[in-house]
C-alpha cells in the first residue's frame, strides 16, 4: 500500500523575499505584497514626475544659450529627461497603475516630483549648477537603483544613470568654461547659482533617517540599497573636491574634513523650507503644475489620434 505525500505550502510572502534575499529579481508576474506594490508606485511615479517637471526649468533657457554648440547640447539633455520619464512610466505600468492615473495624482497634488524643481532658474549658469549639483546628486541617489529589486524599475535606471552621468558632466564643464576662461561678471554668476542651489541639492536625498517614514521597509525589500543621510554624505564628500577645481565656495560655514570620521562635515539643513516646498509652498510649485497640466490637457488630441490610429491598424491586421 502507498501513501501520497503532500507538498507543503509554501508562503508566498516566504517566497517573495527568498527571491529578494538571493538578489534575484521581482518581476510583474510574481507574487507580491500590496505595500510592496504601493512603495514603488509611489517611488517610480514620483521619480518619473519629478524627470518630466524638470524639463521645465532648463527648457525656460534653450532659446537663450549662448552658443549654438550649447543651445544643441541643453535641448538633447531636455530630450533625455522626456524619455526618462517614458522609461519610469512603462515600468510603473507594469504594477497595474495607467499613465492617466499617473498624471491625475499628479495634476491634483496626490503625487509628488522632486521638491528641487520648484526654484528658478535665474542665470546661464543655473544650467551648469543644475548639471553639477542637481543631476550630481541624482545619480548618486540612482546608482543603487540599478539594483532595486524590481526588475522594470532596475533595468530602466541603466541606461538613466548613463545619461544622468553625462548630464553631470555637461554641467560640470558650463561651469568650468565660465570660471576659467569667463570674466569676473560670469564668475560671480556661478557663484550665486552655486549659493542658490546648494542646500536645495542636499535636501534631494529627502529627510534625515531618523524622520524618514520609508527607508527602513523599503531597504529591506531592496528597493533602496543606501540610506537618505549615507547617500547624502556621499554628495557632498565628492563635490567638495569639485569645488576645488572650479574655484567657488559652498555656501556653508560649517564645512570641513573631519579626520576622525573621514567625510565632510556640513551645516544643519532647513528642514522647515523642505517641508514647506514638498506640501507646494515653494517658489514655483503652482506654476510647474500649471505648466505640466496645461501641456497634458494641449496634448490631448495627439493621444486620441495615437489611439485611434493604432486601433485601426489593429482592425486591418
Request: net charge negative.
Amino acid at each position: 500500500m502507498t501513501t501520497t505525500q503532500t507538498r507543503p505550502e509554501v508562503d508566498p510572502a516566504d517566497l517573495f523575499q527568498a527571491i529578494i534575499d538571493a538578489e534575484q529579481k521581482i518581476e510583474p508576474h510574481d507574487w507580491m505584497p500590496d505595500a510592496y506594490r504601493k512603495t514603488l508606485i509611489r517611488q517610480i511615479a514620483q521619480h518619473a514626475h519629478s524627470e518630466v517637471i524638470g524639463m521645465q526649468p532648463e527648457a525656460n533657457w534653450i532659446s537663450r544659450a549662448p552658443t549654438l554648440h550649447r543651445k544643441a547640447i541643453l535641448m538633447a539633455k531636455v530630450q533625455d529627461e522626456a524619455g526618462h520619464g517614458l522609461y519610469l512610466y512603462a515600468a510603473a505600468e507594469t504594477l497595474g497603475i495607467t499613465r492617466d492615473e499617473m498624471m491625475e495624482l499628479l495634476h491634483a497634488g496626490k503625487h509628488k516630483y522632486s521638491s528641487i524643481f520648484n526654484y528658478p532658474t535665474l542665470s546661464w549658469a543655473d544650467m551648469g549648477t543644475i548639471g553639477w549639483l542637481v543631476d550630481g546628486a541624482a545619480i548618486t541617489n540612482q546608482v543603487m537603483l540599478q539594483r532595486a529589486s524590481y526588475g522594470p524599475y532596475s533595468r530602466a535606471m541603466v541606461r538613466i544613470c548613463k545619461e544622468e552621468s553625462f548630464h553631470q558632466r555637461q554641467g560640470f564643464d558650463i561651469l568650468l568654461t565660465m570660471m576659467m576662461g569667463g570674466s569676473e561678471a560670469q564668475r560671480e554668476m556661478v557663484q550665486d547659482a552655486v549659493n542658490r542651489w546648494w542646500w536645495p541639492s542636499l535636501m534631494m536625498f529627502g529627510p534625515n533617517d531618523s524622520e524618514s517614514t520609508h527607508t527602513e521597509q523599503s531597504m529591506a525589500w531592496k528597493i533602496k540599497r543606501v540610506s537618505n543621510d549615507d547617500l547624502r554624505q556621499q554628495f557632498i564628500d565628492m563635490t567638495v573636491e569639485q569645488s576645488k577645481v572650479l574655484g567657488v565656495t559652498l555656501p556653508d560655514p560649517d564645512l570641513r574634513w573631519n579626520e576622525e570620521r573621514g567625510h565632510y562635515d556640513f551645516g544643519e539643513i532647513d528642514w522647515d523650507e523642505f517641508w514647506a516646498v514638498v506640501k507646494g509652498n515653494g517658489p514655483m510649485n503652482r506654476e510647474r503644475i500649471e505648466n505640466k497640466a496645461g501641456a497634458w490637457d494641449d496634448g490631448a488630441w495627439v493621444r486620441e489620434a495615437a489611439l485611434a490610429h493604432s486601433a485601426k491598424k489593429r482592425r486591418v491586421s
